[in-house]
């Protein structure tokens, strides 16, 4: 088996007063363009998935997130060709500010038994059920 790097990426689920989950649209020109994924990226070096997901949550949705309202939640671990990817996934209630689309396509709020019908990485497939069964 060839080795592969490892990508580490940190996600968000954030859940609404109305127990729905913001996922995102890739934009045109990025890897996966067109697919819907929950807000994030990848974490640098020496970050802590936490402080990752406090940046690009800023820097995605124009959202302020504090440490606290970050609850871990559950994992992806999924091979791509060049690369294996590892993708905590934390649920956040949380935030100050306007969600605002600010590098993605499109943006949808969607109740979690509705996630599935939104095209997804192979990576962000299988948090879909646990989102359904647990939130």
């Not at 990226?41 to 309202?69: F, M, N, Q, S, Y």
């Amino acid at each position: 088996m060839t080795e592969k790097p490892m990508l580490l990426v940190a996600a968000a689920a954030l859940i609404d007063t109305d127990g729905r989950v913001l996922i995102c649209q890739r934009p045109e020109g990025k890897s996966l363009a067109g697919l819907w994924e929950f807000p994030g990226g990848k974490v640098e070096p020496g970050e802590t998935p936490e402080a990752c997901l406090i940046r690009e949550l800023d820097e995605e949705l124009g959202i302020k997130v504090a440490t606290a309202c970050l609850a871990p939640f559950v994992f992806a671990s999924h091979g791509y060709d060049k690369f294996h990817l590892l993708m905590p996934l934390y649920l956040c209630r949380r935030w100050e500010g306007q969600v605002t689309a600010r590098e993605h396509k499109a943006m949808a709020w969607v109740k979690p038994n509705k996630l599935s019908d939104y095209p997804m990485p192979p990576a962000d497939e299988p948090l879909v059920a646990w989102l359904r069964d647990l939130v």
